[in-house]
């Protein structure tokens, strides 16, 4: 036994002293080994408490210390010491983020640094993971798939562990959850399962990037199917503007070889081409490759009017299609006759139906307002009657449509000038006036969409109005086909015209193609595009049909030429899709 220790009572206070006597000692009289073991008990609750000692807090230090220094090795070599070391604690439970830590150390791990592939430690750390109870994330079944997707027989494990995570953990895979994924399918050169991730992606909602589409594009090429590269091709034309070297350099391998030598036809319908690129909007037919035989590619540049310095070619100044423009119509249609008074509106529609001979509409109260923030400054009509004239230089003396709120007009009407102006207008049917009530921004945006013309105004259409339409990249490029910027130089209007031709991928009507390079500088002039036709060049080069004809010339007299120029009236359709020949 142990033996049992008295009280003690003391130091008693000296004579005289005031202070009280101080408190008994106790002395405890557990045995040694109760107190030990309470001891060890309340070291075990410091350990799993937050902030204590022991394997949980000593590996989530050195796995923020590894994550920091990118040392995947150190991090697996601590994990799986505290998982199966001798020291290891059979509770032991991570959070979430600090699998994921591990999984995102393994996936961007130095193959050179790493003593094995690193895949089989990843499958270990989810498996961990998952017995541990800790959720998985999106980032963590991407992590795992990059992890297993570099490993050479892994593409089809990393397919699915992307494939299945929404079924199995309740999450919606990104573009970066698939991308590892094309790429292992690239490397092996599987064509049919790179496409089956696709169509996996597409019913995900998920669109590929250009990164994606380069490698759709390179597996397919590698495999010879032609049809596929002309659809990645167009897909590639619709999602980006001008492609990467890596891209172009994918391009330029497909065109130089021999199977797209023999791809494409020798005869086809001329007119249906041609009425296909302007249904586009003027950069392709989407009608399959034309002609046949041995394919010359060069790197050129294109000059500022956009001849072709390769093959002649002017390219084209590229608009949104007829699909994309009906649509726009209608969008803005509808969120104008939910926020407008719908008599109103509906009036107009049915006026515009009935006026569709306009070939530019002018924001009025854009241009009159223009720089007049000063003591005498007010609602200029000199500067908005100028624009009027330029235009009417422009376009053989067609007027325009100036579109200005009646409240504008009324307070104008008082002045002998600018009634006599406004009535001059009025009888050449150059004015709409927008009721009371109403926001004029509604007006002119759809009579520029209905009548598919150019837009003059400095508006760059950010306004809520327009957050309305979302950021769609047709709202984006139907801007920057159809709205004229101004400026005034003593008195006389100086419209800033779209650019004469589109930097983007186009398809011409004889099958060549033109594939601008991304230009680092911002300089057009300092493009290097891919020139890409069939080496028989006896035909002339074309000039691309366009959906829209727009004067670009520098001299009103020269951009007025042939300005009355249209389409046969059985090819224009009804306000929302007219289509126009280039003058």
């Known amino acids: 036994g142990t033996a049992l220790l008295p009280r003690v009572y003391g130091p008693w206070p000296l004579s005289g002293s005031k202070s009280k006597p101080s408190l008994p000692i106790r ?21 799993r408490g937050r902030g204590g000692k022991g394997p949980n807090s000593d590996l989530s230090r050195t796995l923020t210390d590894c994550t920091r220094r990118g040392d995947a090795a150190a991090a697996m070599a601590a994990f799986d010491a505290a998982v199966s070391g001798p020291d290891a604690a059979p509770d ?6 600090q699998y994921n830590q591990l999984l995102h150390l393994l996936a961007s791990a130095d193959r050179a640094a790493f003593p094995a592939h690193p895949a089989a430690a990843a499958r270990r750390v989810f498996a961990h993971m998952l017995g541990a109870g800790a959720p998985p994330s999106e980032a963590t079944i991407t992590s795992l798939a990059r992890v297993v997707a570099a490993d050479a027989e892994g593409a089809d494990e990393a397919f699915g ?16 959850s698939y991308s590892p994924v094309l790429a292992a399918f690239r490397r092996a050169g599987e064509a049919g399962k790179a496409y089956a991730v696709e169509t996996h992606m597409a019913a995900s909602a998920v669109s590929p990037e250009e990164p994606e589409l380069a490698t759709l594009l390179e597996v397919s090429a590698k495999a010879g199917d032609a049809d596929k590269v002309y659809e990645y091709m167009h897909k590639l034309r619709r999602a980006v503007g001008c492609v990467k070297e890596e891209t172009a350099e994918v391009l330029e391998g497909w065109f130089r070889s021999d199977k797209a030598a023999t791809a494409g036809k020798a005869e086809w319908d001329v007119c249906q081409v041609k009425d296909a690129i302007v249904a586009n909007g003027g950069g392709c037919h989407q009608l399959g490759w034309l002609q046949s035989g041995l394919w ?9 009017e956009g001849k072709c310095a390769g093959c002649g070619c002017c390219l084209a100044s590229v608009d949104i299609d007829m699909e994309d423009t009906q649509k726009f119509a209608d969008s803005i249609s509808g969120l104008a006759l939910e926020r407008e008074t719908k008599a109103n509106f509906s009036q107009f529609q049915e006026w515009l139906e009935a006026h569709k001979e306009y070939e530019a509409i002018v924001d009025g109260a854009n241009i009159a307002l223009y720089q007049q923030n000063f003591a005498e400054g007010g609602f200029s009509l000199v500067q908005l ?18 579109i200005l709120h009646n409240k504008r007009i009324a307070k104008l009407m008082e002045t002998a000038s600018n009634r006599h102006l406004i009535e001059t207008w009025r009888v050449n049917g150059a004015l709409y006036t927008s009721p009371s009530g109403s926001n004029d921004d509604w007006y002119w945006l759809y009579a520029a969409i209905g009548l598919n013309c150019l837009l003059v105004t400095n508006d760059e259409m950010r306004d809520h109005i327009f957050e309305l339409l979302g950021s769609s990249s047709f709202f984006y490029k139907w801007k920057q086909r ?24 186009q398809e011409s009507e004889t099958g060549s193609w033109h594939v601008p390079i991304e230009e680092k500088s911002g300089d057009e002039r300092a493009r290097t595009w891919l020139c890409i036709g069939r080496t028989d060049l006896t035909k002339p080069p074309p000039e691309p049909p366009v959906a829209n004809r727009v004067a670009q010339d520098l001299s009103p ?14 090819q224009a359709a009804p306000v929302t899709g007219k289509r126009k020949d280039r003058d």
């Not at 032991?92 to 983020?97: K, N, P, W």
């Not at 590619?297 to 500022?304: D, I, L, P, S, T």
């Not at 009657?385 to 449509?401: F, H, I, M, Q, S």
């Not at 130089?489 to 930097?503: I, R």
Request: positive net charge; without cysteine; proline residues 7%.
């Open 482 to 505: 159809h709205r004229v910027k101004y400026t005034f130089n003593k008195g006389k209007a100086v419209l800033v015209l779209p650019p004469p031709y589109s930097s983007e991928i």
């Open 27 to 47: 002395v405890s009289l557990q045995p040694p080994m109760a107190t030990a073991a309470a001891a060890a008990g309340d070291a075990t609750r410091r350990k």
């Open 385 to 402: 009657d100028a624009v009027v004239t330029e235009l009417r230089d422009r376009y053989n003396g067609k007027w325009p449509l100036v």
């Open 296 to 304: 010359t590619v060069q790197r050129v540049k294109v000059g500022a």
């Open 92 to 97: 032991l439970r991570l959070a979430a983020h």
């Open 557 to 570: 007299s020269e951009a007025s030429n042939g300005a009355g120029q249209r389409q046969p009236e059985e």
């Open 161 to 176: 562990l992307v494939s299945t995570m929404r079924e199995k953990y309740g999450l919606a895979p990104r573009l970066r």
